[in-house]
C-alpha cells in the first residue's frame, strides 16, 4: 500500500523539540470540489489512496462502506454527501483519509485533493460566527485565514456524528 | 511500601480464596466435622487475611481476621458449626466480594466497614465462649500459636539460614553491628508449595523485612530469587533493632508465606565461605547441629542455578529434611488434591494479538493460495504447491494452539451456582438439589466470561418456575427433592450446555393465554402456531408466565436477554418442555468466535461469507421448481418447504441481469427453521478470519462482521440467524 504516512506522534513531540510553538495549530488541508478545508492534524492517522470500498448494505447513503487499513476492516464516510454536496467523484487525487477519533474509533473519509499542511497560528483562526442550526455550518468550527485564502476548519465529531440514519 | 503493581495478582488471586471458600464451606456444610475441610477454609481465610493486610485494606482484613477466629475456634473443636453460622459465613464473603469489586472499580475497598457482620461473627465466638473472652484475646490467641511453633523451630528444623556461608566483609560487618548494640537475626522463609508468584512474595518479604532493618545476605542470592531461582525457602540475615518476634511477624505477613523460622545469629557457628564454590564441603563439618538441613541446601543451590529444569527433584530431597510439625498438619488436605498444574497468568490482550498476527498470517496464506490459483497454468510448479500445503498446515496448528490457549474450562462460571442454588432453597423455600457435570468443558474466555448471567437466569428460572413445592411433588409422586441439572459437553464444532429440571415443564396453554391477553398474538395465530411456536414466545421481551413477580425471576427481563446474550454470542438457546415432568434449556456455542470456515458465494459482483456452521446443503434449483405460499417464494425440497430469500433484494444489491433459469441455492438452518438463500455464484470454501465492523457501522442486522479476503478486498459475512 503506498500511503503517505505522517507523523502520528502528539503535538507534544513537536513541543518538545521546540518546533511547534503551542498556539500554532497543524492543518491538513483538504479540498472538496474548489472550496478548502483543513483538518487538525492530531486527529490524522494516515492517508491513502483511494481502494475498492465494500459497500455494507442498509446504512446510511453517506457511508460509503468498509476498507482494509493494515488488516482492520475501517469505515469510510462521504464528507460531500454528510455535507450535501454533490455525490464524490473519484480521480486520480482523490484520497482517504484515515481518523482517528476517540468517539468513534478510527474512521475513514474521502476528499478530493490533498493540498498541504499548514501551520496556523490562534490569531489566523477566526471562530465561526454563524451559529445557526444550517447543518452544512456546524460541521465547521472556525475559518483559517492563510496566505490570502480561506481554509474551513472541519468539526470532526459533528462530521462523524450519525444522523439520519435509516 | 508501592503495592499498585500487587493489584491484579491480589485481585486474582482474592477471586480464587472467595470461590475457595464458597466450595469448601458448602462441604462444611455438609459434613461439619471433616478437619481437611476445615484446615482448607483457615488457609484461605489466612491467606485473605494476609493479603488484605499487606495491600493496606484495612477493612476486608478486620473482616477476614474476624472470620479466621471463628473457624480458628472450629479448628480446635471449640465451635461446632451451626446453620445460622454458616449463613452468616456466607454473608461474610458477600461482603468480601463487595469489598472486592469496589477495589476491582477504584482500587479502594470503599468504606462500608460491616460492622453487623463483624458484631455477629463475635457473638459466634462469645456465644459458645459465655461472653468470658473479649475479642481481642481471640484474636491474640491464635497468632501466639502460630508464631510459637516458628521461634520454637528455630536451629532445630528447617532453619536452614544457619547454613549460609559469610565472607569476611560481611562477617566484619556483623561485628560491628553487634558491637552498636544492633541485633542480628538469621530467617528462613518457607514459602506455600501452591505458591505462583514465588519471586514476587519473596520480594514481599523482603521489603516487609527492610522496614525494620537491613538485609545483609541471603541464600540464595537476591538476583536468583528476582529470577524466582529457589525452592520453596530461602534464608537471609538481617541487622535490625527490632525484636525477633516482630520480624517474623513482618515476613509472616505476606499471603502465601508457609512459615518463617528464625533465630539469633551467633557469630561463631557461622560457616566461613570458601574461596570457591565447593561450599559443599565447608558446610557439612561445622554445621553440625543443623546437619539434617545443611547438607541438602549447599547442593542444590548451584545445580538448580544451572539447570532451573531439575529443581522439581531437590524439592523432594529437601522436603522431609524439614520435619516441622506445623508443615505436616497443613499438608494432609492438600495431599489428597490434584497436582496443580503449571499455569502462566497471561494479559488476555497479549493473547489477542497473538491471535491477531495468526489470523493476518491466515490471510497471508490465502492471497498464497490465490496465487496459485490463478497463476496455476502447468503442472511445473509442483514444489511450490508442496510449499503452500505445508505452510497450510502450519497455520492451520498455529492457529489450533493458540485458540486453545484462549480456551478456559467453563468450571470457573458454574462454580458458584452450587452456593446460589443454596441461597435459592432457602428463599424459595423449595427443596432442590444442583447436579453437575462437564465443567472441564472449554470454551472462548470471552464467551465464558459472558456465559454466566445467561446460566443464572435459566437456573433461577428453573429453580423458581420450573420446580413444584414439596407437596406438589409428593403430590405427583415425585421425590420431594427437586432435580436440576447442569450439563455441558462438546458437540462438534459447538459446546452445549443444558440446564434442566424434573419439575411442572412448561404449561403451553398458560402461555397461549398470556399471549393472547398481552396481545402478542392473535386468535388466529394462536390456532396456527405449533407448540414449539408458542414456547418460543416465551423469549420475546417483557413476557412472562409467573404468577406473581418474585425476587428471584418473574420480572419479564430475563429470557429475551438470555437470548440476545446467547445470539450476541454466535450461539442459540432452545428448549425442550413435557408437561409434568420437566423442562430442558439447551445453549449451543460455537467454540470460538476468531476465526471460521465459511462459504464463499457471489451476489451482483459482491462478495458475501455464509459461515459454514449454519449452512445444511447447497441445491441447484430451476425457476420451474419455485412455487409460491402466501406471494412468498418457497421450494420443496425432499418434502420440506423452505422459504426463498433473494439475497439481491434483500442487501439491495444493484440488479445487473435477469433472472437466470437456474438458481443456486444454500439452505441455511437455524434451529429447526430452514431458509434458502439465492445467490449468483459460488466461489468456495474458506478459513476466514472475523473482523468486526467496528461500533460506527453496526445498523445493519444482516451483517455480522467482515473478513478480509486473499487479495486484501474486504468481504461481508451474512448472519443467515438474523434472516430466517
Not at chain 2, 189 to 212: G, N, P, Q, T
Not at chain 2, 321 to 338: R, S, V
Not at chain 2, 509 to 537: C, P, Y
Request: charged share 30%; glycine share 8%; aromatic share 4%.
Amino acid at each position: 500500500m503506498d500511503a503517505l504516512k505522517l507523523g502520528t506522534g502528539s503535538t507534544l513531540d513537536y513541543e518538545e523539540d521546540g518546533y511547534v510553538s503551542p498556539n500554532i495549530t497543524q492543518f491538513i488541508v483538504v479540498k472538496f470540489g474548489e472550496e478548502q478545508y483543513g483538518i487538525d492534524i492530531k486527529y490524522v492517522d494516515n492517508i491513502i489512496r483511494m481502494q475498492r470500498i465494500t459497500r455494507v448494505p442498509k446504512v446510511a447513503p453517506y457511508i460509503k462502506g468498509v476498507i482494509n487499513v493494515r488488516g482492520e476492516v475501517l469505515p469510510v464516510m462521504s464528507v460531500r454527501l454528510k455535507m450535501d454536496l454533490e455525490e464524490d467523484v473519484e480521480t486520480k487525487s482523490t484520497r482517504i483519509i484515515i481518523l482517528k477519533l476517540e468517539q468513534h474509533g478510527n474512521i475513514g473519509i474521502v476528499v478530493d485533493e490533498v493540498k498541504e499542511v499548514v501551520n496556523l497560528e490562534d490569531s489566523q483562526i477566526e471562530n465561526a460566527y454563524n451559529r445557526t442550526k444550517d447543518d452544512k455550518l456546524s460541521f465547521i468550527y472556525g475559518i483559517g485565514k492563510y496566505e490570502g485564502g480561506l481554509i474551513s476548519l472541519l468539526n470532526l465529531n459533528a462530521v462523524a456524528l450519525e444522523k439520519d440514519m435509516m | 511500601m508501592d503495592v499498585s503493581q500487587y493489584l491484579e495478582i491480589f485481585i486474582d488471586e482474592t477471586k480464587e480464596h472467595l470461590q475457595n471458600l464458597n466450595t469448601q464451606i458448602l462441604n462444611l456444610e455438609q459434613d461439619s466435622e471433616n478437619q481437611d475441610t476445615i484446615n482448607e477454609i483457615f488457609r484461605a481465610a489466612h491467606s485473605l487475611k494476609g493479603m488484605a493486610g499487606t495491600m493496606g485494606y484495612k477493612r476486608m482484613q478486620t473482616l477476614t481476621h474476624d472470620m479466621e477466629n471463628v473457624f480458628s475456634e472450629v479448628r480446635n473443636g471449640n465451635i461446632k458449626v451451626k446453620a445460622n453460622m454458616i449463613d452468616i459465613l456466607f454473608q461474610c464473603l458477600d461482603a468480601l466480594e463487595e469489598y472486592l469489586d469496589t477495589i476491582q472499580s477504584s482500587a479502594d475497598e470503599g468504606t462500608n466497614d460491616n460492622e453487623p457482620l463483624i458484631k455477629a461473627l463475635n457473638q459466634i465466638l462469645n456465644g459458645e465462649d459465655g461472653g468470658e473472652a473479649p475479642k481481642q484475646e481471640e484474636s491474640a490467641a491464635p497468632a501466639e500459636k502460630e508464631s510459637a511453633p516458628a521461634a520454637a523451630g528455630a536451629g532445630e528444623d528447617g532453619a536452614k539460614w544457619t547454613s549460609i556461608a559469610l565472607g569476611e566483609s560481611e562477617t566484619m560487618v556483623l561485628g560491628q553491628a553487634l558491637e552498636q548494640g544492633r541485633k542480628v537475626y538469621g530467617l528462613t522463609v518457607y514459602v506455600e508449595e501452591s505458591c505462583i508468584l514465588k519471586a514476587a512474595r519473596a520480594f514481599l518479604v523482603f521489603k516487609a523485612v527492610e522496614e525494620l532493618g537491613e538485609v545483609l545476605v541471603s541464600n540464595p542470592p537476591v538476583q536468583e530469587i528476582e529470577d524466582e531461582k529457589f525452592d520453596f525457602d530461602f534464608s537471609i540475615i538481617v541487622i535490625t533493632d527490632s525484636p525477633l518476634d516482630k520480624v517474623i511477624n513482618a515476613a509472616q505477613s505476606v499471603s502465601e508465606i508457609h512459615r518463617v523460622v528464625g533465630g539469633v545469629l551467633n557469630l561463631d557457628e557461622v560457616p566461613e565461605k570458601e574461596e570457591e564454590t565447593g561450599a559443599a564441603e565447608v558446610t557439612e563439618t561445622p554445621a553440625a547441629e543443623s546437619a539434617a538441613a545443611a547438607d541438602t541446601k549447599p547442593q542444590q543451590e548451584p545445580e538448580s542455578a544451572k539447570k532451573p529444569a531439575q529443581t522439581p527433584a531437590p524439592v523432594k530431597e529437601s522436603a522431609p529434611a524439614a520435619p516441622a510439625p506445623a508443615a505436616k498438619q497443613e499438608k494432609k488436605p492438600a495431599a489428597g488434591k490434584p497436582v496443580v498444574n503449571r499455569t502462566v497468568r497471561v494479559d488476555i490482550e497479549k493473547l489477542d494479538s497473538l491471535m491477531n498476527l495468526v489470523s493476518e498470517l491466515i490471510i497471508a496464506k490465502n492471497s498464497l493460495v490465490a496465487a496459485t490459483g490463478s497463476a496455476d497454468s502447468g503442472a511445473g510448479d509442483n514444489s511450490f504447491n508442496e510449499e503452500i500445503e505445508y505452510l497450510e498446515s502450519i497455520t492451520t496448528n498455529l492457529h489450533e494452539s493458540v485458540m486453545k490457549v484462549r480456551m478456559v474450562p467453563i468450571e470457573s462460571v458454574v462454580q458458584k451456582f452450587p452456593r446460589m442454588i443454596r441461597d435459592l432453597q432457602k428463599k424459595l423455600d423449595k427443596k432442590m438439589e444442583l447436579y453437575l457435570s462437564g465443567e472441564e468443558t472449554e470454551l472462548d474466555r470471552t464467551v465464558v466470561d459472558e456465559i454466566g448471567d445467561p446460566l443464572m437466569h435459566l437456573l433461577r428460572n428453573a429453580a423458581d418456575h420450573g420446580l413444584e413445592s414439596a407437596e406438589k411433588r409428593l403430590e405427583r409422586g415425585k421425590p420431594e427433592v427437586g432435580t436440576i441439572r447442569l450439563d455441558a459437553y462438546q458437540d462438534g464444532n459447538n459446546v452445549i450446555i443444558e440446564v434442566s429440571d424434573d419439575g411442572g415443564g412448561i404449561d403451553i396453554e398458560a402461555v397461549k393465554q398470556k399471549a393472547l391477553e398481552r396481545g402478542v398474538i392473535t386468535e388466529d395465530q394462536a390456532w396456527n402456531m405449533s407448540d414449539k411456536d408458542i414456547v418460543n414466545l416465551l423469549f420475546l421481551p417483557s413476557f412472562s408466565t409467573a404468577k406473581k413477580v418474585t425476587d428471584v425471576s418473574g420480572r419479564g427481563v430475563g429470557l429475551d436477554v438470555v437470548k440476545s446474550k446467547i445470539e450476541s454470542l454466535s450461539g442459540e438457546v432452545d428448549v425442550k418442555t413435557k408437561l409434568g415432568e420437566g423442562s430442558t434449556w439447551s445453549i449451543r456455542l460455537p467454540l470460538t468466535l476468531a476465526i471460521i470456515q465459511a462459504l464463499m458465494v457471489i451476489v451482483g459482483d459482491e462478495k458475501y461469507a455464509i459461515a459454514l456452521g449454519s449452512i445444511e446443503t447447497i441445491e441447484n434449483i430451476t425457476k420451474d421448481d419455485i412455487e409460491y405460499v402466501q406471494a412468498e417464494e418457497v421450494i420443496n425440497l425432499r418434502g420440506t418447504v423452505i422459504p426463498l430469500i433473494r439475497l439481491d433484494d434483500m442487501l439491495d444489491v444493484p440488479k445487473e441481469k435477469g433472472d437466470d433459469e437456474n438458481l443456486v441455492v444454500v439452505i441455511v438452518r437455524k434451529g429447526e427453521k430452514q431458509a434458502g438463500l439465492v445467490v449468483d455464484e459460488l466461489i468456495g470454501q474458506q478459513e476466514i478470519v472475523i473482523k468486526s465492523l467496528g461500533k460506527y457501522i453496526n445498523k445493519c442486522k444482516f451483517i455480522s462482521g467482515a473478513t478480509i479476503l486473499g487479495d486484501g478486498e474486504v468481504a461481508l459475512i451474512l448472519d443467515a440467524n438474523a434472516m430466517i
